[in-house]
């Protein structure tokens, strides 16, 4: 089983990978494929659930999807995304929903969108053994404050990133998400810390990189500018779906090899 110690030594050696995943045949794709971690994000929300942001995600949504993860992937380290409200309230409850992801549903390790409200929270979880991954820079649980836009544009913001990326490094967080930042500040605090950074729109200079599947494989309709499409499932996908409707509209599905005629049954064609 991997851990969060393998995912800490690979920092510096070579590249950390890791792709989101909601459920079970895709989280055993992601796997096989030798990628490091998934994560099960909160992205469910725009990704496969139909919201319109992450925010009306539930706990119980990613304890669902985690334990469909979970049960699909062997090697990767797999990281529960704790939604919206689901911690940053009291601690006790961010515990019960963190701890739920680990000893109910096989997650490794949380992720938390991260500030100065998660810093204690970071180091109690980190105690009780539960690894956290923390999360900086465009945080979509703050869309209401922030809307999407680029983080760490203004050197106070920067300082204050690397401020609070130093401060949950402190209180035991095993890994940094940094999402939509200027490169050269991704580049800048992935030099500062011992933990590992992994990017997303934070350019090619921290220890690893995260897509959302859908962007990855090309299977939504819309995705971020710092993005890459490595694939067009979408296109597949409308090519089989249409090819499915044609030949039962023509009569070609189901072919004598799709069916089976008992010979013994009696009063039936
Ligand atoms: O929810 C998610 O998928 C994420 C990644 C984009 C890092 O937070």
Redesign the pocket.
Known sequence: MPTVRDIRAKAGTAPITML?AYDAPTAAIVDDAGIDMI?V???MGNAVLGYDS?LPVTVDEVASRTGAVSRGAEDALVVA?LPFLGFGFDEKTAVENAGRMLKEEGANAV?IESGTHTIELTETLTRLGIPVMA?LGLTPQHVNELGYARQGTSQEAADEMLDLARKHAEAGAFSL?L?HVPANLAATITEELDIPTIG?GAGPHTDGQ?L?INDAVGLGEWSPSFAKQFGDVRSEMERAVGAFRDEVESGEFPAREHSHVEEELDGVY
């Open positions: 989101t994560l994000g909160d992205s992450t995304d992720k999360h998400v999402e997303i995260v959302v």
